[in-house]
């Protein structure tokens, strides 16, 4: 049969024994992680070069300051456009095909560093009639108006297109069901 536990002992952690114990867990665990924690240190050894630390110290130190001033910023209208803007631009970039942008904008730039010397050039004289039909002779600008027909073209249906759904919007709203047709009374 057990005996009754008459007694508890209770030993009582010397506090110089607990810290080596902790110390001796973290030496080892640097130990273990020794490659990553010397990244992390570089990392933020830079970090403190560059004044980032102290930037990001005072934030947080301000940090409801700071917050009271994005709050109103945010607020303001005209960030609630750009915000909506950069919205839209990131969307548009991601529906444009990769090559046709960097061919696209390869175009630019090569019109721009053409049209950069013709700014230059102290001799450039306007260009009439004949120059523009005579310039129409040249494939490059054959090809340069066919993008842009091309471009004008897909701009004016989508254009179309959003005029027409915002009419037809519109007339639902106003609960006509007319659709942008209008009728007379004759009195």
Do not use: C, W, Y
Not at 37 to 51: A, N, P, S, T
Not at 52 to 73: M, P, S, T, Y
Not at 149 to 178: H, P
């Amino acid at each position: 049969m057990a005996r009754p536990i008459s007694e508890i002992e209770f030993t009582a952690h010397d506090p110089a024994v607990l810290e080596a114990q902790a110390l001796g867990e973290i030496l080892s665990a640097v130990a273990q992680h020794k490659k990553p924690l010397i990244q992390f240190m570089d990392i933020v050894h830079e970090l403190h070069k560059f004044g980032i630390l102290d930037a990001l110290e005072a934030l947080l130190k301000n940090r409801h300051q700071v917050g009271v001033i994005g709050i109103a910023q945010l607020n303001d209208s005209g960030m609630q456009h750009i915000l909506k803007n950069v919205i839209l631009a990131t969307q548009f970039l991601g529906k444009v095909e990769p090559t046709s942008l960097d061919n696209m904008l390869k175009g630019v730039l090569s019109g721009m560093e053409r049209a950069g010397g013709q700014v230059a050039d102290s001799n450039n004289k306007p260009v009439g009639m004949f120059g523009m039909i005579r310039a129409m002779g040249d494939e490059d600008v054959r090809s340069a108006l066919g993008f842009m027909l091309n471009f004008l073209t897909g701009m004016g249906s989508q254009i179309k297109q959003n005029n027409a759904q915002a009419q037809n919007s519109q007339g639902q709203k106003d609960g006509s069901g007319t659709h942008g047709t209008q009728h007379q009374h004759v009195h």
